[in-house]
């Protein structure tokens, strides 16, 4: 189909036939010289059925998870091959602007102002408002501004009102996901990549959380290196296998909680005899820096840019191994102990929490939740690291006002069945939890 090149329609006819808003299609003009519209004599834009169409595709570029500037790049492409990107397009693709409406986004387009509108538009569960945001966004700002202010922070600040009973946890959950089909979509549209190093990048068994690591992906990708990335709760085995079959140059791990931290650290030390760098960061190296002294690697930074820089140097460094601390003889003989006698303590604890009057959702919950944590603690050879993980579950409590007493009875007990079944060897978990039986 051949599209005329008259200039024939003015700005607000172009807006109301994409579906654009105003601001887009001027940043666009400005930054990227596309479309080019022609000027009437008084300086109105006047545009053709050409560039109508040239936007409607650069527009479907982007719902297939382009950036606007590599869609443009795209398009540039395609002319420089002598191919007319419009040859073969159907703009009957897209809905009319005439059957569903545009949602109106002001003028004010700072990252700040875009991303209380993206959070919005998340806790209404609008997916085409999030997306109308995002497209927005990505057509004005670069794309590593737009996933550290509008993405990063503001999946930081929908955990917050989460955490503060302020939203509920499937307006959390749909934020999440719609986050995840975003990077993911960005991550299969990076270019190929123009260095000969591959970098792997996933989470160790049982961690869940994946926007660090696809943000990682993307930027590094970016930067041009081959970067593998092998998503949530990866076995340690599967990481060394993989590295193996495609030679890789370095592997990047990432953990949240104190509980995937201990995962991380076995993970490492599996892939210690590769002989390659390993990198790891995240969100409890950051709030407990002293675990790190007993992981197996290098520690990236307390940030993405940080980490982007460490990951450079290591690649661009000779290998060198990492020295790193084992725990204590008593919190090694206390580890062995409680994961040898951990389901009969944990039989003992909900015969014995009958008295507090938990329900079993909870008290399932809670068990499953503090052994864990011992054991991780454990292995990082100091119960303090667990404090932290239960001031925050004390916290969620007075959000949702539910009583602290639960909690500080839940700890006696499971203390006593600590007692009940490795005696002596459970000290620094008996120590630990009647700690916190008294301060709750």
């Known amino acids: 189909m051949s599209f005329s ?36 004599a008084g300086g109105h834009r006047l545009y053709s059925q050409y560039d109508i169409e040239t936007i409607k595709w650069l527009l479907e570029r982007q719902s297939e998870g382009l950036s606007i500037s590599r869609a443009i790049d795209l398009w540039h492409e395609h002319h420089t091959s002598g191919v007319d990107p419009l040859d073969g397009f159907a703009p009957s693709t ?28 998340c806790t209404k569960f609008s997916e085409a408002g999030s997306d109308q945001v995002l497209n927005q966004a990505f057509s004005i700002f670069p794309v590593e501004a737009v996933c550290f202010e509008i993405l990063q922070k503001g999946m930081a600040e929908i955990g917050s009102l989460w955490y503060e009973n ?65 998503g949530a709760n990866v076995p340690a085995e599967d990481f060394k296998e993989t590295v193996k079959s495609v030679h890789g140059k370095m592997v990047i791990l990432v953990a949240q909680t104190l509980i995937t931290a201990s995962a991380l650290q ?9 002989q390659i760098p390993v990198g790891y960061g995240g969100r409890i190296f950051n709030q407990q820096p002293e675990i790190s002294a007993y992981i197996s690697g290098n520690y990236l930074g307390d940030s993405i840019p940080a980490a982007l820089d460490t990951v450079e140097k290591l690649l661009q460094s000779k290998y060198k191994p990492i ?19 951990r389901a009969q303590i944990e039989s003992s604890a909900r015969k014995l929490a009958s008295s507090i009057l938990i329900s079993s959702e909870e008290l399932n919950t ?56 490795i005696k002596d060897h459970g000290a620094p978990i008996k120590t630990w939890l009647n700690a916190q039986a008294t301060q709750g």
């Open 266 to 274: 076995n993970t490492a030390q599996t892939l210690e005899s590769l």
């Open 166 to 230: 302020k939203i509920s946890i499937q307006q959390e959950h749909f934020a999440s996901g719609l986050v995840a089909r975003r990077m993911d979509a960005l991550l299969g549209a990076s270019p190929a990549p123009s260095r000969t190093q591959t970098v792997m990048i996933g989470c160790p068994p049982n961690e869940w959380h994946t926007f660090t690591p696809m943000l990682l992906s993307l930027l590094l990708r970016r930067r041009g290196l081959n970067v593998i990335y092998l």
């Open 366 to 421: 809670g068990i499953q939740f503090l052994g864990d944590n011992i054991t991780a603690a454990l292995h990082f050879d100091n119960m303090e690291h667990l404090t932290y993980e239960v001031d925050w579950l004390k916290t969620l409590f007075n959000y949702h006002e539910k009583p602290l007493q639960k909690l500080s009875g839940f700890m006696k007990i499971y203390s006593q069945a600590v007692d009940m079944h």
């Open 94 to 121: 897209l809905t009319p602007a005439q059957t569903t409406p545009a949602i109106y986004i002001p003028p004010n387009t700072t990252l700040d102002s875009l991303r209380a509108k993206w959070i919005t538009a």
């Open 323 to 341: 020295m790193y601390q084992s725990a204590s003889q008593e919190h090694a003989a206390a580890h062995q102990a409680f994961v040898c006698e």
């Open 5 to 40: 090149k008259n200039p024939a329609f003015n700005l607000k006819a172009v807006l109301q036939e994409t579906n654009l808003v105003a601001d887009t299609l001027r940043a666009w003009e400005r930054r990227y010289g596309l479309p080019q519209p022609q000027r009437t």
